[in-house]
């Protein structure tokens, strides 16, 4: 893993933590390399999306985690890339922010680790995952059901 430092301060994200700029690490992989940024003061990650699935070789558990991730924001941080509300996910216990925009991820120190220790097969949580659908659900479309009902009873 080697250190750059491509862009000018101005153009790089700030940590959504601690508001420092971050550094690019290119992180070598299988085919062309991406480029992560990191926090020096929290030593958080950013990755856009898709990075996740690369970087933990595991399509699975970063689509888990990134795909339907609903429209409500349960975290308190804004999206460091596009200034969008972001979501908490959870795997395991693992909370990751995940941006409702632009589907990149947020992972705080120790994170990834956490993260690449998840046994391969991890399949998640479904209930919990069927319990926010739902809860999308009821929020958004309850009220059209309801209303769509009431007209076929009339
Ligand atoms: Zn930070
Ligand atoms: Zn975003």
Same mark, same amino acid.
């Given at each position: 893993m080697a250190l750059f430092d491509k862009k000018s301060p101005e153009r790089r994200i700030d940590c959504?933590?601690?508001?420092c700029k971050t550094t690019e690490e290119e992180v070598e992989v299988w085919g062309p390399n991406i480029t992560i940024d990191r926090c020096p003061e929290c030593g958080g990650v950013w990755l856009d999306k898709g990075e996740l699935a690369i970087l933990l070789k595991n399509k699975k558990l970063s689509d888990y985690l #990134? $795909? +339907?991730?609903? #429209?409500? @924001? $349960? @975290? +308190?941080l804004v999206c460091p890339k596009c200034g969008g509300l972001m979501d908490i996910e959870t795997a395991e216990g693992i909370e990751v922010d995940v941006c409702l925009t632009c589907n990149g991820v947020w992972l705080d120190f120790g994170e990834m680790e956490a993260l690449e220790r998840l046994p391969k097969d991890f399949r998640g949580d479904e209930l919990a995952k069927a319990e926010e659908r739902w809860e999308e659900l009821s929020r958004k479309e309850r009220r059209s059901v309801l209303s769509g009902l009431f007209r076929k009873l009339r």
């Open positions: 959504p933590r601690c508001f #990134t $795909k +339907e991730i609903g #429209t409500q @924001s $349960k @975290s +308190e």
